[in-house]
């Protein structure tokens, strides 16, 4: 069913937007998403360097410990959120593909852009997800996070060598570009384009929240959304 | 015997080699250290000893296109003492411009007559590439455009082996805009099995290693994705390098001559190429092994790498992009683009407070006692 319209006027009885399993994704997702982008950033650009003894320094050591390991985990999770696109309720396939070919979509889409634009009095009340954010979410976070999976991946694979799954799996990636150094630049202009997501993200939930007339942030966390009038 | 002369009777290469009046001991000294750089395991050195004094050896063609010639350079220079003398009587270096002697009509007679003798049967050896440009007038060899020496010579050889970063990928010639056109080797030619040897020059033991492989085993190496062989591009020069430690450390030289450099901390901020070129240089090291760039304190530009010289600046960790600006990198773009995304944000979110203040003022005044 995905994105749906509700009156503008009148009370509205709370209605379950989330499940669990979509929530639990969400916020573990979050949080790997900071690690990945401070480790990462910290990768290509490192601090300055450490003074001391190099046999008991292991700075950089760690930051890709952490980054390949939560890059793994974040990839594990894109999957398991693609599975539960198709196994999740009505709205969770929603944030792969928007219904932009129905007209309550495309209407909803208008709607919340003028919203935003302060054109519009009452802001537009629905179920699912608002196709504003659903459309900076396609764009800026599952594109590039496919993206950054694939090129992790494939670096993944140059530090495991040849011989390794990853190269089995991603080596096609190498042949691509030729040059790996390309797969550090895409993955660092993806970086980049999640830095924005990021930012426009919480404010859009934010701001939902605080002038528009139902609930998002408590949405997330108890899957339940409330309508103001 | 001249090297240059040919007789329908089988030479081996063993033959040769004592014509050229490299004794068994030097003989065997070269097989060993080939078995070893090989990775051949302690019988190699047997196998190889044998398969010289047994097989024919092989005649190469060594062509130069569009090229500095540095493969060649680095080529004769192999460490081993021996190991060049032995190379050039092995492969019988039938024509090679730069290192025979003879010249003119003469020399170019040699290629047709091996085309002819040995169809399918020796070794085509290509330094530098093809500009296909201006029907190839960028690079006359003999007389005639490059490109139509290396379709005939190409057609009937047994396997093609590409020297260097120029005849693999393009190197500089082919770096944007590529006004000649230059193109690498395996992509003009096919039906016969192309070996892509980078490097910018390859190290000459690499090049010494490969001929000996193919002309000893009478079979490709091992290749990888970008046809290099395994046993010399398998491994990154970040995999090997000695400065590594100081990497995992997060020890890094941060401005030439500064204490790290001193110290000999890693050269990943000035740039390093290491973690993403595959090249033999961490371990065999050049000119007999005495040193190779990161150990003499430079950062490694990926010389053996597709497309190096686009990938620039060379002293800096994030790549250029050029698409957006001639200084410009990910880094910039990316962080442009936050800039921005951050303004919009703080503008739309100050719009937005101070029309929800007016209206929450313009709606108390309204309707008293009706707080929505
Ligand atoms: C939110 C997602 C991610 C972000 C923002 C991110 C960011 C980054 C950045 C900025 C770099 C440094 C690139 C450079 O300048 O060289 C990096 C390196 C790397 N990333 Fe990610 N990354 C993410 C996900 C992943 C995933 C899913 C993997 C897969 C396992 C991965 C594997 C790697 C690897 C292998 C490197 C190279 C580390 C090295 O030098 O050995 N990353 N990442
Ligand atoms: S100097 Fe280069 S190759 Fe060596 S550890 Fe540092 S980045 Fe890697
Ligand atoms: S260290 Fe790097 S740039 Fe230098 S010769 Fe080796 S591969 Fe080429």
């Known amino acids: 069913m995905g994105y749906q319209r509700l009156p503008d006027d009148g009370d509205l009885p709370p209605q379950r937007i989330f499940d669990w399993p979509c929530r639990a994704w969400h916020w573990i997702n979050a949080l790997l998403v900071v690690v990945l982008i401070v480790s990462g950033y910290l990768i290509g650009t490192p601090l300055p360097s450490s003074s001391g003894d190099t046999s008991s320094l292991y700075v950089m050591g760690w930051l890709r410990f952490a980054h390949l390991a939560s890059g793994q985990l974040f990839a594990l999770g894109f999957l398991f959120r693609v599975y539960w696109a198709f196994n999740g309720n009505q709205y969770s396939w929603q944030l792969f593909l928007p219904t932009f070919w129905k007209k309550s979509w495309t209407d909803g889409f208008w709607a919340q852009i003028k919203w935003n634009l302060l054109l519009l009095k009452l802001a537009p009340r629905y179920v699912g997800l608002n196709p504003v954010a659903n459309v900076i979410m396609l764009v800026l976070f599952v594109l590039p996070s496919l993206l950054t999976i694939l090129t992790g991946f494939a670096m993944l694979a140059e530090v495991t060598g040849h011989d390794s799954w990853q190269y089995f799996c991603f080596g096609w990636m190498v042949s691509i570009f030729g040059n790996t150094l390309d797969l550090h630049l895409l993955h660092r202009l993806c970086l980049w384009a999640l830095v924005c997501f990021t930012m426009s993200h919480i404010y859009i939930a934010i701001r939902e929240d605080a002038v528009g007339r139902q609930t998002m942030v408590s949405t997330m966390l108890s899957g339940i959304r409330q309508y103001r009038r | 015997m001249s090297i240059l002369t040919r007789s329908k009777r089988v030479i081996t290469t063993a033959e040769v080699m004592e014509s050229r009046g490299i004794n068994r001991r030097e003989f065997l000294g070269f097989c060993s250290m080939m078995a070893v750089m090989l990775g051949l395991g302690p019988e190699g050195s047997g196998k190889i000893a044998q398969a010289m004094e047994v097989k024919p050896r092989v005649p190469v063609l060594w062509l130069h296109g569009l090229e500095c010639t540095c493969c060649s350079e680095s080529f004769i220079r192999s460490s081993h003492p021996q190991a060049s003398d032995v190379i050039l009587s092995m492969i019988s270096l039938d024509y090679d411009d730069t290192l025979m002697a003879a010249a003119g009509d003469q020399a170019e007679a040699i290629v047709d007559e091996i085309i002819r003798d040995y169809k399918g049967n020796y070794i085509l050896a290509v330094e530098g590439n093809v500009p296909l440009a201006h029907d190839g007038w960028n690079c006359i060899v003999g007389g005639r455009p490059f490109k139509s020496r290396l379709q005939e010579t190409a057609r009937h050889a047994k396997a093609i082996i590409a020297w260097g970063t120029c005849a693999a990928f393009g190197c500089v010639q082919a770096a944007r805009p590529n006004p000649t056109q230059a193109t690498p080797i395996s992509q003009l030619v096919e039906h016969v099995p192309v070996i892509n040897v980078p490097g910018c020059p390859p190290i000459a ?19 990888d994705r970008q046809r290099r062989p395994k046993m010399f591009y398998g491994q990154r020069i970040h995999d090997k390098c000695y400065r590594r430690a100081h990497f995992d450390a997060g020890q890094f030289v941060e401005s030439w001559d500064d204490e790290g450099a001193r110290q000999g901390y890693c050269l990943y901020k000035l740039g390093c190429r ?56 990910a880094d910039m773009v990316g962080k442009a683009a936050a800039v921005g995304i951050g303004a919009a944000v703080g503008a739309h979110m100050a719009v937005s407070v101070a029309k929800k203040a007016l209206q929450g003022r313009k709606d108390n005044a309204s309707d008293e006692g009706n707080p929505s």
């Open chain 2, 205 to 223: 033991e690499v090049m010494t290693g490969i001929l000996t492989y193919m002309l000893t085993f009478d079979r490709l190496p091992d290749l």
């Open chain 2, 274 to 329: 290491g973690p993403t070129t595959y090249n033999a240089c961490s371990t065999i090291g050049w000119n007999d092994g005495v040193s190779f760039p990161i150990k003499s304190g430079a950062p490694c530009m990926g010389c053996s790498e597709e497309g190096f010289w686009d990938r620039g600046p060379f002293y800096e960790r994030l790549q250029g992009m050029q698409q957006f600006g001639i200084e410009s990198n």
